[in-house]
């Protein structure tokens, strides 16, 4: 009998060198989760039940279970390389059939799906051209790579410096063509439907103490009909938050025939800007549209989302991957 229980103890021994050469092996594998060898001792079996003096016949391996702690976290080169900082688990479809990993070493394929090195395609919330998520079932994850849809510009915010010591000039007498007659100008690009840019020129005139009336000009055609200006500025003697008629954001449109959609309108606002005894300044000038833009590139964050980056500067997202977390990991 003690031929056996030594015989045992060789095997368990031999069991737990294999769990610890398997460890050793994998040190070096991506996602890999050492295990550990888990033993229990054996009773023989008796028809009158166990007693105070029964001596067991050996041990067992009686469960080999895998160590979920959190593994080192390294930096690559590669923008799909994802780690899991914590608990869960990449949720993997293989023909619509779901397995689950630890391995976030990903790639993208030739349609565009992000995949692991057996082609199982990574799942999450895809997003739609204008980069909204669609937070329902979870599925395949794809990068577009087509261009980004342009966007006409609808508003532009503008916060100058007026200089109060310019001398008032006659609004009616006001030519884009002649410097006489305003005082400052500015530009600014503005976008149609389509993605073609056009210049949007300011003209800055004195009328009186305090006065401003602000022209506009669209690739050189003035986009008023002359002397009516855009808006009128009027100060305090503070030189802030001026008055502005006929309302704070101006409207204005001007006919394109680039086949984008014409008239282009957008709401103009210099309501910010200042009236101070200093020289003429562009403090701030921004529109929001944009033209379109092709792929350069794209990032996963910390919370899943992956966002593309485009040669026109602008970011959309493209989807978010999401994880899969279990009550017993082991089970």
């Not at 590669?78 to 914590?86: F, R, V, W």
Request: aromatic share 8%.
């Amino acid at each position: 009998m003690s031929f056996q229980q030594g015989l045992s103890g060789l095997n368990a021994a031999s069991k737990q060198l294999e769990v610890i050469g398997n460890n050793v092996a994998n040190a070096n594998t991506v996602g890999f989760k050492q295990s550990r060898a888990e033993f229990a001792d054996v009773f023989a079996n008796s028809l009158s039940g166990g007693g105070t003096s029964q001596i067991g016949i050996g041990t067992k391996v009686s469960n080999v279970a895998q160590q979920y702690t959190q593994g080192n976290i390294s930096a690559t080169n590669n923008s799909l390389d994802i780690a899991i900082n914590g608990g869960g688990f990449f949720r993997m479809s293989n023909n619509g059939s779901i397995t689950y990993s630890r391995n976030g070493q990903f790639q993208m394929d030739k349609d565009g799906y992000i995949v692991d090195a057996s082609s199982k395609r990574l799942t999450g919330f895809t997003a739609g051209p204008t980069g909204v998520l669609s937070t329902g079932a979870p599925a395949e994850l794809r990068i577009e790579t087509g261009d980004l849809q342009p966007a006409a510009t609808t508003e532009i915010v503008g916060l100058v410096n007026l200089d109060s010591r310019k001398t008032a000039l006659t609004a009616a007498g006001f030519d884009p063509a002649d410097p006489t007659t305003y005082h400052n100008s500015t530009a600014v690009t503005v976008f149609d439907s389509l993605g073609n840019s056009h210049t949007l020129q300011s003209f800055f005139v004195k009328t009186a103490p305090g006065i401003w009336s602000v022209f506009t000009a669209a690739d050189g055609v003035s986009t008023t009909v002359l002397p009516a200006p855009t808006a009128t500025m009027t100060f305090t003697g503070t030189g802030i938050n001026p008055t502005v008629a006929p309302a704070s954001a101006a409207t204005l449109s001007f006919p394109v025939t680039t086949g984008a959609t014409s008239p282009v309108a957008m709401t103009l606002d210099y309501s910010g800007s200042t009236q101070f005894g200093s020289n003429f300044s562009v403090n701030s000038l921004s529109q929001d549209g944009f033209t379109s833009g092709r792929l350069a590139g794209f990032i996963t964050g910390s919370d899943g989302i992956i966002t593309g980056r485009y040669t026109n500067g602008q970011s959309q997202v493209l989807g978010q991957l999401v994880l899969a977390n279990f009550v017993n990991q082991n089970g």
